[in-house]
C-alpha cells in the first residue's frame, strides 16, 4: 500500500466533518456530485480547458460553502481516486496536467481506442510478453524471429540514398558474430547516442538483407558501461496496436502511468474477499502486469493466469456483478399484477394435454408459476435445448393469465414460428375455451381490423405474432404475461416495445441456445434462469455422422432409403454473408440435382431471397407432407416441428457453429422415429474435425456449448447468435477466468446487502453508471 492510498483512505471523515456532519449530509453529497463530475473530466488524460473550468468551479462552490481550498485536495484525492497528491494543488493553479508523453494527439488517438482516462491506460492490459531473459547470441539470430541480444556499437552513421533521404546504420557485435541495425525515421533520436563503444541490449525481427541478417528500428536499451552483461534480463509487456500511437511510445506511457498511479486506484472488491481467494494487491497487481517481475511464467503472463491478473479480471468482473444486482434491484421493486397459477382452470389444462409433463418440465413450471404468483413481475430466462418442450410451459402461463382476467402476447422471431405456435396453442389452449389471434406481416388488412376489434372487446386471451406485434399501434391494457420465444432474435428495444404495451407484465424469455454457465451467469446474471435438460420421453437421439465429400454418395442412399419409407428430409446449405450469391447458387444447383436425381419426388427450395409468403407456403407444404425434401439456405426456421422429418443433411458443414450443428440436428427425430443427421465436411484441419467429432460423441446441447466455448473463445461464439448479449469485458475471458465469477457475484451480493444503493461508495456507484450504463439492458424487457 503507498503512502498516498492510506493517506486517501483517512481522509473521508474529516470532510464531513468540517461540512457540519449529518446535519449537512445532503448538502455534502452536492458538493461531492459536483466535485466528482469535474474531477472526472479532470482526470482525462490530456485535460482541456472545458475540464479546468469545471474544476476551478467545484473549487468556487467549495470555497462559497465554507471550506478552505485546502480542503480540497484531500476530497480530490479521495473522489479523484488517480489524482497524485500534487494534482489538485497543480490543477487549481491552472496548470495543464498531464501524463508524460500524451498531447492532446496521442490523447486523440487513445481516445480512439476508448482510452480516455489514467484508469483506462492502467486497465489497457498486455495482449502478449515477449521474454528477454533469453539472451541470444548474435551469430545465432535466426532470419523471421524475433530476438533479444546484448553488444557493442562498432560502427555508426548516417547513410544517404538516392532519393535525398537517409538512414542510420548501427553494427553491434557481442564477439561471436555482428550484426546491422538500420533507422528510416527517427535518425536524430539515435544518432548522438548510438557511437562506437556504447552498450546496448537490442530487441526485434531479425531479417535478410542480401547475405547478412539485419534488424529495421529493433527496441533498444542502452546499458551502463560498468554494468554486466545480462544484467537486465526483462519479461516485456506488448500492446495491441493502438493507431497513431507507435507500440514503444505506447509501452512508455503505460509504464510511466502505472509507476505514477498504480498505488493510487480504489479497489472495488472488498481487500477481505481479495484475501480470501488468494488475490494479489491491486497496486501490486497493476505493477505485475505491465512491468513484470523477471521471476514470473512468462506462459502464466501470457494466459493473463498470474495472481496478478486475477485480481484485475476480479475487479471488473465484480463491477458488472454490482451492475447486474442494481438492475435486479431496480427491477423487483416494480409492481406488477399477481396471476392466478393456482386457479383449477390451469390443472385442467395439464391433464388436457396429450402428453405427461417431464419432470424437468414440471419443476420448471413450479420455477415459473412461482414467480407468476408474485407481485413483482417475472423476468425469467427458460433455456431448453431444441425439443424439450418449452411452448407447453409457455402455454400453462397463458391459461394463469386468462384465469386472472389478463392478456397473453407471445413473440416469435419468424412467421413460421409464429403460425406453427398458433397451431399449437389453438390445438391446446382453445379447447379450454381461450380465444387466439394470429398477427404477422403477412396478415391480410380485414383480419386485423377484426383481431383489432377483437382484442378492443378482451374477446382474445392470447395474442401470438411477429415483429407486426410490436409495430402494429394497439394497447393491450390487459396484457398480463409475455413470452418471447428465441429471444436472442430480438434487440432490447423490440422485447421493450412489448412490455410497454401494458404494465409491467411477467416476462418469459425463451432461448434454445444453450448457454454454458459461465456464460449464463454473466449474460443473464440479472435474470433468473430455468433450463429444460430432459427431454420427452421416447425419443431416440439423433445418429450423427461427419462424412467427407468423397462419401456424400451415402448421404443420398440414406436419403433415398428414408425416402422409401415415407419419411421427409431436410439438406441444409450455409449462408455466409458475404458469399450470398455463391451459396444461393450451391443450393440451387444442389436442388437441380436433387429434383433430376429422385424423380417423382417433390423437392422444396428455401432461402433468403423468397419473401415471407413463398417462404411460408412452402413450409406449409413440407409440414403437410406434400414436399418430401427441402434443400434450404438458411438456418432462420430453427424452431420448426415436422415430426415425419428423420433426415438432415448438411453440406459444408465445417463453415457451421457447434451449437448451430446441434441446433439444426434437434429438426430432426422430433416424433417417435428415430432422427439421423450426416454432415458432410470438408477436413481441412484437424482441428475442424475434432470440433465435429464432438457432434457425433454428444447429444447435449449444454456439453456441446461448452465445448464450443472452449474451441473459440467466448467472444466468437457470443458473436454468432448471442450478439449484444454480453457486456463488452475488457479483461475477463470467460474461458479463463469463469471460476472467479462466483467470487465476484459474492462479493457484489455482500457489498449490496450492506448498503443497497452504494450511497456510502459513490465513486463505485459512478463507476458502474459509466462503465456500463446503457448496455446493462440486455435481457430484461421492461
Ligand atoms: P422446443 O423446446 O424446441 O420449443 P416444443 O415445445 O416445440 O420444443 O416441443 C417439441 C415437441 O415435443 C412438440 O411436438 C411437443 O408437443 C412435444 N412435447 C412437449 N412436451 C412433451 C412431453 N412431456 N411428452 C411428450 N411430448 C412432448
Ligand atoms: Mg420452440
Given at each position: ?14 470532510l ?66 488517480l489524482l ?25 488517438a ?28 548474435i ?176 475487479e ?26 393456482a ?9 388436457a ?76 389452449a382453445?379447447p ?71 404494465e ?21 446474471g440479472?435474470?433468473?434462469?430455468s ?31 428414408a ?47 423468397l ?9 406449409q ?9 427441402l ?103 470467460l ?48
Amino acid at each position: 500500500m503507498s503512502q498516498y492510498s492510506s493517506a486517501v483512505r483517512g481522509i473521508r471523515a474529516p470532510l464531513e466533518f468540517v461540512l457540519g456532519g449529518s446535519e449537512r449530509a445532503e448538502r455534502v453529497r452536492e458538493l461531492q456530485q459536483t466535485l466528482l463530475a469535474a474531477l472526472s473530466a479532470a482526470t482525462e488524460l490530456w485535460i482541456p480547458q472545458e475540464a479546468k473550468r469545471r474544476f476551478s468551479d467545484a473549487a468556487q462552490k467549495i470555497a462559497e460553502n465554507g471550506v478552505a481550498p485546502s480542503v480540497l485536495e484531500p476530497i480530490a484525492k479521495r473522489l479523484g481516486p488517480l489524482l497524485d497528491p500534487d494534482y489538485a494543488r497543480r490543477a487549481l493553479s491552472q496548470e495543464t496536467v498531464k501524463i508524460p508523453g500524451v498531447g492532446p494527439k496521442i490523447a486523440q488517438a487513445l481516445a480512439r481506442k476508448e482510452i480516455h482516462r489514467i484508469e483506462d491506460l492502467l486497465f489497457f492490459l498486455p495482449r502478449s510478453y515477449e521474454d528477454r531473459r533469453e539472451i541470444s547470441k548474435i551469430e545465432e539470430l535466426q532470419v523471421g524471429h524475433s530476438a533479444c541480444f546484448e553488444g557493442t556499437v562498432t560502427r555508426s552513421g548516417v547513410v544517404p540514398l538516392r532519393n535525398g533521404r537517409s538512414f542510420l546504420q548501427a553494427v553491434v557485435s557481442d564477439g561471436t558474430a555482428a550484426v546491422q541495425l538500420k533507422w528510416f525515421r527517427g535518425i536524430a533520436h539515435f544518432q548522438d547516442r548510438l557511437k562506437p563503444g556504447a552498450r546496448v541490449l537490442v530487441a526485434g525481427d531479425v531479417r535478410r538483407y542480401r547475405y547478412a541478417k539485419e534488424l529495421h528500428h529493433p527496441e533498444l536499451e542502452f546499458l551502463n558501461r560498468d554494468a554486466p552483461l545480462g544484467s537486465l534480463p526483462r519479461i516485456v509487456p506488448t500492446y495491441s496496436h493502438v493507431e497513431g500511437v507507435p507500440p514503444r511510445t505506447m509501452r512508455r506511457i503505460v509504464e510511466s502511468t502505472t509507476k505514477y498511479a498504480a498505488d493510487l486506484v480504489d479497489a472495488w472488491l472488498p481487500e477481505t474477499s481479495a484475501r480470501r481467494h488468494g488475490l494479489a494487491d491491486l497496486g501490486e497487481s497493476l505493477r505485475e502486469v505491465h512491468l513484470p517481475s523477471p521471476h514470473l511464467d512468462p506462459e502464466l503472463l501470457r494466459e493473463r493466469r498470474t495472481p496478478y491478473h486475477l485480481r484485475l479480471v476480479a475487479e471488473e468482473l465484480l463491477l458488472l456483478q454490482v451492475g447486474l444486482e442494481l438492475r435486479r434491484a431496480q427491477f423487483s421493486r416494480r409492481a406488477s399484477r399477481p396471476l392466478a397459477v393456482a386457479h383449477p382452470g390451469v390443472q385442467k389444462a395439464i391433464d388436457a394435454l396429450p402428453f405427461k409433463l417431464t419432470s424437468d418440465q414440471e419443476r420448471v413450471w413450479r420455477e415459473i408459476s412461482s414467480d407468476l404468483s408474485r407481485a413483482q413481475p417475472m423476468n425469467r430466462m427458460l433455456i431448453g435445448d431444441v425439443g424439450t418442450g418449452k411452448t407447453v410451459l409457455a402455454i400453462l402461463g397463458a391459461v394463469a393469465a386468462h384465469a386472472s382476467g389478463g392478456v397473453t402476447a407471445v413473440l416469435a422471431p419468424t412467421e413460421i414460428l409464429a403460425e406453427q405456435h398458433f397451431e399449437t396453442f389453438r390445438k391446446l389452449a382453445q379447447p379450454l375455451g381461450l380465444n387466439i389471434g394470429l398477427l404477422t406481416g403477412s396478415t391480410p388488412a380485414p383480419q386485423r381490423r377484426s383481431l383489432r376489434r377483437l382484442l378492443a372487446l378482451g374477446e382474445i386471451a392470447i395474442v401470438i405474432g411477429t415483429h407486426a406485434l410490436l409495430t402494429e399501434s394497439f394497447d393491450l391494457p390487459k396484457l398480463a404475461f409475455v413470452v418471447i420465444d428465441e429471444q436472442h432474435r430480438f434487440g432490447v428495444a423490440q422485447r421493450r416495445a412489448l412490455g410497454d404495451k401494458g404494465e409491467n407484465p411477467h416476462v418469459l424469455l425463451m432461448s434454445a441456445t444453450p448457454i454454458p454457465r459461465s456464460l449464463a451467469l454473466t449474460v443473464f446474471g440479472d435474470l433468473d434462469h430455468s433450463v429444460l435438460r430432459e427431454r420427452p420421453p421416447g425419443r431416440s437421439p439423433v445418429e450423427t455422422r461427419v462424412i467427407p465429400p468423397e462419401a456424400a454418395r451415402q448421404a443420398l442412399d440414406a436419403l433415398r432409403e428414408a425416402l422409401a419409407r415415407d419419411e421427409q428430409a431436410y439438406i441444409v446449405y450455409p449462408l455466409v454473408e458475404e458469399s450470398e450469391k455463391q451459396d444461393l447458387k450451391d443450393a440451387s444447383r444442389g436442388y437441380e440435382r436433387l429434383v433430376r436425381a429422385l424423380p417423382g419426388v417433390r423437392v422444396g427450395l428455401l432461402h433468403g431471397r423468397l419473401d415471407g409468403r413463398e417462404r411460408l407456403q412452402t413450409m406449409q407444404e413440407f409440414a403437410a407432407g406434400r414436399v418430401r425434401v427441402l434443400v434450404s439456405t438458411t438456418v432462420i426456421e430453427v424452431g420448426v416441428d415436422v415430426h415425419n422429418a428423420t433426415l438432415l443433411i448438411v453440406q459444408h458443414a465445417e463453415r457451421f457453429g457447434l451449437a448451430q450443428l446441434h441446433q439444426l440436428r434437434g429438426r430432426v427425430g422430433r416424433g417417435q422415429l428415430p432422427g439421423r443427421a450426416m454432415l458432410i465436411s470438408e477436413p481441412r484441419t484437424e482441428d475442424a474435425s475434432r470440433r465435429l467429432a464432438i457432434l457425433e460423441a454428444s447429444e447435449s446441447g449444454f456439453e456441446i456449448a461448452e465445448e464450443d466455448l472452449r474451441i473459440r473463445g467466448a467472444g466468437e461464439w457470443l458473436g454468432t447468435r448471442q450478439a449484444g448479449h454480453l457486456p463488452e469485458l475488457r479483461l475477463a475471458d470467460l474461458v479463463r477466468h469463469g471460476e472467479l465469477l462466483p467470487v465476484a457475484r459474492a462479493a457484489a451480493r455482500d457489498l449490496l446487502s450492506k448498503d443497497p444503493e452504494l450511497r456510502g461508495n459513490p465513486i463505485l456507484r459512478t463507476s458502474v453508471e459509466q462503465r456500463w450504463g446503457g448496455r446493462l439492458d440486455f435481457g430484461a424487457v421492461a
